[in-house]
């Protein structure tokens, strides 16, 4: 276990006692949980935009005039994102799932690193870079046919076959709409949360970044584990600026630790 202070040690009992008295817990998370599995964030330190302008690599509108340059930057990102394992980060908010402390992920990833460590519930509000669609007809390709496309075609954008437009992964762009269901559900689940856990995200993106608010609306709290600060710290319950990748195992270890506390294993003649 990395060394943690005392005070994120009395931070992460505070987070693990406000999880086990809440009713709907949810975990709301961002490309920082994903980092320690080598795949960069946006806006943290050397993040992806910090690189290439989103207005002209990640926005609707570049794409349509030029989606070569998405495609140029998708051949730099995407390998990482496609080989990337999930880390102890998602493996603990597999276990909160597990352990029916939090009822879902709302997740901005595109990675599916969540779904690989065994959550169930995840609802990806930001698309998913493994599924793609032709911008003109709507066919739908997988991954591994897109693969085989640019290895054969040689040349960006992959086209279509059947109406040879060029084909956009499923994710999000600035400038377009999210999927309806998905950002529906979010509000809902976000307004009905008594505890959002916040992790690895700068909530610097609407709609997504106002989901918090739904909960504190109703008088939930919120639990903030992120390296950078963000606007809703002076708001939040509990704020714990250090790695996801040490803080979420650590709170479910303490979860584990108040359970057994709290409900000692049944002794022999009990049963
Ligand atoms: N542990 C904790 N925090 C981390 C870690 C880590 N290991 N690594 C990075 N961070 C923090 C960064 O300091 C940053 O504040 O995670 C945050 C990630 O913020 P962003 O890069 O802005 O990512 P995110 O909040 O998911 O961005 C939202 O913006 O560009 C769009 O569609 C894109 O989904 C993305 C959306
Ligand atoms: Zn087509």
């Given at each position: ?33 994903s980092?320690?599995?080598g795949i960069p ?7 992806i935009?910090?690189?290439y302008?989103?207005?002209?690599y990640g ?11 998405f495609w140029k930057l998708a051949e730099k990102v995407a390998p990482k994102l496609f080989t990337a ?24 990833n595109i990675d599916e ?14 698309g998913n870079i493994n599924r793609f ?8 390709y997988t991954k591994d046919?897109v693969m085989?496309k640019l290895k054969?075609?040689?040349?960006y954008p992959p ?8 084909l956009k992964p499923s994710v ?100």
């Amino acid at each position: 276990m990395k060394i943690l202070r005392l005070l994120e040690r009395k931070q992460i009992h505070q987070a693990a006692e406000l999880l086990i008295n809440s009713s709907h817990a949810i975990a709301l998370t961002g490309a920082g949980v994903s980092t320690e599995s080598g795949i960069p964030d946006f806006r943290g330190e050397g993040g992806i935009w910090e690189k290439y302008k989103p207005e002209i690599y990640g926005n609707i509108k570049s794409f349509i005039k030029d989606p070569s340059k998405f495609w140029k930057l998708a051949e730099k990102v995407a390998p990482k994102l496609f080989t990337a394992e999930p880390n102890e980060g998602h493996y603990a908010l597999a276990e909160l799932e597990d352990m029916g402390i939090i009822d879902a992920i709302i997740t901005q990833n595109i990675d599916e690193l969540h779904q690989k460590a065994g959550n169930v519930i995840v609802y990806e509000v930001h698309g998913n870079i493994n599924r793609f669609t032709c911008f003109g007809c709507r066919a739908s390709y997988t991954k591994d046919q897109v693969m085989r496309k640019l290895k054969k075609e040689k040349n960006y954008p992959p086209r279509c076959d059947m109406c040879s437009a060029p084909l956009k992964p499923s994710v999000v762009l600035f400038g377009e709409s999210l999927p309806t269901f998905e950002i529906y559900q979010s509000q809902a689940l976000a307004e009905k949360s008594d505890v959002m856990l916040i992790a690895g995200s700068s909530l610097s993106v609407d709609p997504v970044a106002d989901l918090p608010r739904y909960t504190l609306s109703n008088g939930g709290k919120l639990i903030i584990i992120n390296e950078e600060p963000t606007y809703l710290d002076d708001k939040a319950e509990v704020v714990i600026q250090h790695k996801t990748g040490t803080i979420l195992p650590a709170l479910v270890e303490e979860i584990k630790k108040i359970k057994s506390m709290r409900e000692p294993t049944e002794s022999p003649e009990e049963e």
